[in-house]
């Protein structure tokens, strides 16, 4: 699935939809109510651009989703004759919310509910059972074609990705309802055109059902999340290079790297999270004339942690040399100004 952030006028809509069909996408995607963080942000064109979205699907023949918040936002896309809806992050953090989605859809006739496809974005913050509750909500009205969309998690302050992936939830929503399709929003969690890519092709090796990319003509004019999306050009890359086999050795592997590189993932927002808490520390101490590295304190720290190796089964030595490591740059970080 493929399209722009938002829909901001009928030409754009309609070049983004032929661009992401020529690369291959099977299903068109385009917001147009957007919820921002801020007022004053660009809040989408909201039902005028439904007609856009609608001229998209007949002119593509690919089926188009937006996202709904609302039961309006609902029968407003029903109206328009789409084909799914997907509900956002912040809606599916909200109880309240999905529970009035929910008994729209459950008063619909059961045509009406099955032609569209619902599929429910994880929650802001990192919380699978509120992700689950909001899903079996859906089930509960009736809704039959259902999927998730893991687009990654907030968090505050320093970090790598724009929401962190915490590949382990997704995946421990497989193992509690295998049935149910589960696709990765690369451009949400990456928040970075270059990062789209690499975590479209590692979600795809940890077997999720497919992608949901943003993908606009002029990425750097778009209206939001310009620094994300991608063209349709390098959309059709994306898709290529998912065909292509990266590696031809023994399969047996291929489960073990996974696991790796979703660790790996998760080393690097604890190091960039130390590394802020580090800077924290070193305000902290320039405010009061006091001595960035405090040599007790150093050893503890060490001490503790290589008395703990054994039981962890990793090796002493290797623990000091990465603690040491890891303070070296702590100290750098705290001298910064
Ligand atoms: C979007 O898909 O453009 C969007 C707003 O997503 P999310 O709810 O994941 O932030
Ligand atoms: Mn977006």
Known sequence: MAGPCSAETEEQTLTAARGVAAAGADVFRAGVWKPRTKPGGFEGIGAPALPWLARARRETGLPV??????PAHLHLVLEAGLDGVWIGARTTA???A?????????????????????LVKNP?????????????????????????????????????????????????????????????DPSHIGGRRDLVAPLSRQAMDME???????????PDKALSDSAQQITPDELRELIAGLDRPCRAEDGGLDDCRRRIDAIDDELMELLARRMAVSREIGRYKRERGLA??????????????????????????????ILETIHEESVRQQLKP
């Not at 989703?65 to 609302?70: P, V």
């Not at 699978?128 to 009205?141: F, H, K, M, S, V």
């Open 65 to 70: 989703i937006t996202e709904i918040a609302t």
């Open 94 to 96: 909200n109880p309240f």
């Open 98 to 118: 999905v529970q009035e989605l929910a008994d729209a859809f459950a008063a619909l006739s059961d045509r009406e509910r099955n032609s569209l496809a619902v």
């Open 124 to 184: 802001v913050n990192p919380d699978l059972e509120l992700w689950i509750g909001a899903i079996e909500r859906l089930q509960g009205a009736g809704v039959g074609r259902l999927g998730a969309i893991h687009r990654g998690f907030s968090s505050y302050g320093e970090r790598y990705y724009r929401n962190a992936p915490m590949w382990r939830i997704p995946i421990e929503l497989k193992r509690r309802m295998p049935q149910l399709p589960l696709y990765c």
């Open 208 to 218: 999720f059902d497919g992608l949901i990319i943003e993908s606009h003509c002029k």
């Open 292 to 321: 960035i590295v405090q040599p007790d304190r150093y050893r503890t720290l060490i001490e503790r942690r290589a008395a703990e190796a054994a039981r962890l089964k990793i090796d002493e030595n290797f623990v000091r040399s």
